[in-house]
């Protein structure tokens, strides 16, 4: 009877320490899903910005593309 009980709490401790380890392991998974998150809005704010800023540039291209032809037309009146 002594070794089925020794046999049981030897069986049980193991058991405590893989719950242990799953715990542990639960824990990590946890904290690096936060920080993946976190990365991920930082990521969708940079990609916001990147967007902003490029939509800024095509502006500034057309206005300067339309500017060129204003200045083109100019010029083509004097050449005539």
Do not use: W, Y
């Amino acid at each position: 009877m002594t070794e089925q009980i020794n046999g049981v709490s030897a069986k049980l401790s193991m058991m405590e320490s893989s719950l242990q380890q799953l715990s542990e392991t639960i824990q990590e998974t946890e904290h690096i899903s936060k920080e993946s998150g976190q990365q991920t809005q930082m990521v969708a704010a940079a990609a916001e910005q990147l967007l902003a800023s490029m939509q800024e540039i095509s502006s500034s291209v057309q206005s300067l593309n339309s500017k060129a032809q204003d200045l083109f037309e100019t010029i083509e009146r004097f050449h005539l």
